[in-house]
């Protein structure tokens, strides 16, 4: 099976070569979503018949579960019954799958990616309530409240575990297309950025668990939250749809491709912080599209 769209922001990896990997890079840091018709790795069917049983029979994984791998912490979940074992053996399972994974089909990366955290996602997407910038059907580019990446890409993965129903989304064009572009036509930043800094500062030498935001940072949660409120964007921003079958596994650099998930239940992700260092196109990436139109204040840069 194939995605719905023959689109070009799609390019199907199924059939990967892994003398190919700074090429698998490339097209990831220029906007491309990588695709594989099936997860390629090792995900056992009774681990995935695990996952989708939880809802139906109502034990508590009724929200996203998300997983830290560098401290093998299982939140989402409380209780020490045998399904939240269970449930942590697979997540960490999954974890480690795909990041073995990850570091031979980009090679370039190895050694110098960050883990984040991984999750399972059992809600419909479809028909959520959230608060507006917590919706995921908007097309949005991803931003860290907590987790401050000084200039380093968000890149995750994902598996479409529903037996069934694909997983909907929409994408748009990559940073470097439409940042320059919506900068000319209405130049946007946050505006309090220097008396953040200094609160953020003020409040972690007291011990509050602030954390300290690079103008980078600052700036990709201003964009997060203005993209969601800007109808003009919503409406008018070109767009393709992607259609993720059961079953297929995918891979997107979520900072730099506006992304909205409109429909879909039960997916697993995996994000990694790659810094801009280890970058092999790091000219198209966000940090330095921002730094070189000089969208962020001159105070800082990234790490
Ligand atoms: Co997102």
């Known amino acids: 099976m194939t995605p719905a769209s023959g689109s070009s922001a799609l390019v ?127 097309l949005h580019v991803d931003a860290f409240p907590s987790r401050p990446t000084h200039g380093g890409r968000i890149l995750r993965v994902f598996v479409n575990i529903n037996p069934s129903v694909g997983r909907v989304w929409n994408v748009g064009e990559p940073f470097h297309d439409f940042l320059p572009r919506l900068m000319q036509k209405k130049r946007i930043g946050p505006a309090t950025t220097g008396a953040r800094r200094t609160l953020a500062r003020l409040a972690s030498k007291i011990g509050l668990p602030v954390p300290d935001r690079s103008p980078y940072d600052e700036f990709m949660l201003f964009l997060h939250d203005w993209l969601k409120e800007s109808s003009d964007f919503q409406q008018n921003a070109s767009r393709q749809k992607l259609v993720f079958p059961p079953g297929s596994a995918w891979m997107v650099y979520t900072d730099g491709v506006p992304h909205a998930a409109m429909s879909g239940q039960y997916a697993l992700e995996q994000t990694f912080i790659i810094p801009v260092e280890a970058l092999v196109t790091p000219q198209v990436s966000p940090y330095r599209v921002l730094e070189e139109g000089n969208y962020l204040s001159k105070s800082g840069a990234a790490a």
């Open 12 to 138: 199907d990896v199924t059939s990967y070569d892994l003398t190919r990997a700074l090429w698998h890079c490339d097209q990831l840091e220029c906007g491309k979503v990588l695709f594989f018709s099936h997860a390629p790795y090792d995900f056992s069917e009774s681990d995935r018949a695990f996952l989708l049983s939880q809802k139906q029979t109502g034990s508590r994984f009724h929200k996203n579960i998300s997983y830290r791998p560098t401290h093998d912490i299982l939140k989402g979940a409380d209780g020490n019954s045998a399904d939240h074992e269970r449930m942590h053996a697979i997540m960490r399972h999954f974890s480690g799958a795909v990041t073995s994974f990850i570091s031979q089909f980009l090679a370039p990366y190895a050694g110098k990616m960050k883990l984040d955290f991984a999750s399972f996602r059992p809600l419909e997407e479809q028909g959520r309530a959230l608060p507006l910038h917590k919706r995921n059907d908007l």
